[in-house]
């Protein structure tokens, strides 16, 4: 039995084609819903882990189309019993070059590192796959891959070492202690905490003196650097810069980025305002 580990509906969706066209990978899926690179870590007093992760979705995105409900570390403390109750029992964790999948990588490691010799690793960082005509391609992502050349990858399954364990076993409690906003990828295993305003230049760089729909916003920003948080983040700290003075808000926040728009303080306001301000001292 094989519990493959893998981050967002995207991957989880093509690594169960791939499940199901090998059997050699036959198991259980299962996909994390959360992405551990943004938000808080640090758990409050009487508090679950699950309750600190769906309180900050929660305020992200209160009117989702789909109720967010985090529910991961459940499911990975029940992935961990059942590889108790049985022996054969293994899980592979599919780690693709991006902050979500790294830190879900540390995240599981106090819990499968237990499981000596059952843990798996497979890594696609820096590895060629083939795309749908067949050219060479180096993916950020799981979702990215083909389902037939997951299956190929199968074989880039390790497991993963006593030295690995030692070295970043303690990675995770770091990351919590710190309890950044953002934690941004370095490059291999190693995760950088940042503030939550770590992309909030790159966001407003966008921004003009006249008013433009959030969605095309955070669209242009996640196009243009590539950032790896998500389009609901990015709309939260539209309306967190907003609160601060620094942008202005008109139409409706509590739904979506589409209904309601952003701009710079001034400009054309500030520009009819003057306007009128000096046609009233010549009529004076």
């Known amino acids: 039995m094989i519990y493959h580990i893998v981050v967002g509906d995207i991957a989880g969706n093509a690594l169960k ?18 992405i551990l690179h943004v938000g808080p870590l640090k758990k409050g007093e009487g508090q679950s882990f699950s309750e600190l992760r769906n309180a900050y ?35 592979w964790l599919w780690m693709a070059p991006w902050p979500a999948d790294v830190c879900a990588y540390h995240w599981v490691m106090p819990y499968l590192s237990k499981h000596i010799g059952r843990f798996y690793l497979l890594n696609i960082a820096g590895l060629p796959f083939l795309d749908e005509n067949g050219k060479v391609y180096y993916p950020k992502s799981i979702g990215e891959i083909l389902p037939k050349e997951l299956v190929k990858a199968r074989r880039l399954a390790r497991q993963v070492t006593p030295a690995e364990v030692e070295v970043d076993g303690e990675e995770w409690q770091k990351l919590v202690e710190e309890n950044a906003g953002i934690r941004t990828h370095e490059g291999g295993k190693k995760l950088t905490s940042r503030a939550e305003d770590h992309y909030d230049k790159q966001l407003v760089s966008f921004c003009s003196h006249q008013f433009q729909k959030a969605s095309r916003i955070v669209t242009q920003a996640l196009n243009k650097y590539n950032i790896p948080t998500g389009d609901l983040h990015l709309g939260w700290r539209l309306k967190k810069i907003a609160e601060a003075g620094l942008l202005q808000l008109q139409g409706d926040t509590s739904k979506m980025l589409k209904d309601f728009e952003i701009k710079l303080p001034g400009g054309d306001d500030a520009e009819t305002n003057g306007a009128a301000a000096q046609a009233a001292e010549s009529q004076a």
């Open 17 to 34: 084609e791939a499940v199901n066209l090998e059997p050699a990978l036959q198991g259980e899926v299962m996909v994390l819903k959360d």
């Open 57 to 91: 979705w929660q305020e992200v995105a209160p009117n989702a189309k789909e109720s967010i409900q985090v529910d991961d570390m459940e499911r990975l403390l029940g992935v961990s019993k059942a590889m108790y109750d049985n022996e054969d029992a293994v899980a």
